[in-house]
């Protein structure tokens, strides 16, 4: 297959995990975006392995599959910020065994003494903790180390015919602003709002998604703990508000009371690329360009990043 010059719109996670991939196939990679890390939603993450407002199911699993073991791999890898730690899901009533079991090295159902009072059930399964600042600035360095080039852009791109230029390849990994710049009415956000504390000796995450304290969410880190959450569609807002931030520390600090001693650190906010599925997809635009979508990742950007970057060559060595 011949050799490409790829231009890849956006420097999130899903943007270099494509980039890096292109450049180990040896073609060449320009990366253009409007903002780049530490200014991107992929930095604002928490963030772990875990298939979370995102579809459709069969595609997802086979993304986030492939991701989970390439992420393993990374544990190998210091300066990648990745590691493996113990998630708790909790219920308040019987539930299922999720879908993405099977795609997990480690799953067991939680003993009563592990359960916070009021749950009833709960699973316990090893997935990867990606201290997302860290390993984005690792993308990053990759990517370059690789001889991608980054572009940065004073504006958004409106159309994106402005890159076509003289490459022949457009990878569109813009995320939640595909909405605009392909005037895609089917992504929209899902608001989702932080507080990073110190870490009071804490080294399993804990989610309560549909229970009584939902959306909770505790991921202990290396040197802090990021509590969450929240998780509002359509709500474009990227304001702290006061208000659900002492919330989230209360339901927090229910499910481990540990963190009542934990410091607050700081408070952010950032919308998740939600989309009623993810767009992966070659889209020819007669005469002017070939561009390979890849966006709506909803919550789990990191989930599928090395999943849907595979498919993304894949496509690429199809044309
Ligand atoms: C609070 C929160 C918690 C999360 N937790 C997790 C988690 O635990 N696990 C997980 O897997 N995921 C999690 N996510 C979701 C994850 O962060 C996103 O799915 C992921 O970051 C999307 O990455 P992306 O590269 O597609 O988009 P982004 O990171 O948003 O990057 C988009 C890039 O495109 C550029 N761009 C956009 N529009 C244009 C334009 N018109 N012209 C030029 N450039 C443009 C931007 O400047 C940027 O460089 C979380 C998200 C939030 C907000």
Redesign the pocket.
Known sequence: MGKKRVTI???????LSCGIRFLEDGHSVRI?????PPD???N???????P?KVSPQDKVLSWASYSYKKFLELTKVPESGISVFELLKIFDHDAEEPFWKGAVRSFRNARSDELPSGYVCGFVAEVPR?ETPVYMRYLMKRFIEFGGEIEV?EN???DINEVSGENNLIVN??????R??CTDENSFPIR???VRTTNPGLSRGVNDELGPLAVSYI?PRDNDCIL??TAEENNWSLDIDPDTSSDILRKCRILEPKLKNAEVLGY??????GRTEVRLELEDIAGVARVIHN?G????????SWGCAEEVIQIADSI
């Open positions: 719109i956006g420097c999130g996670v899903s943007g253009v975006a409007a903002s780049l991107t939603t992929s604002v993450a928490a963030a772990y392995w875990y979370y990606i852009l958004d791109l409106s990994c813009s995320g939640l602003g595909s605009q710049l989702g709002q932080l991921v969450g959450g952010t906010v950032g919308l998740r690329p966006y990742h909803g919550g789990a950007g990191f989930t599928l």
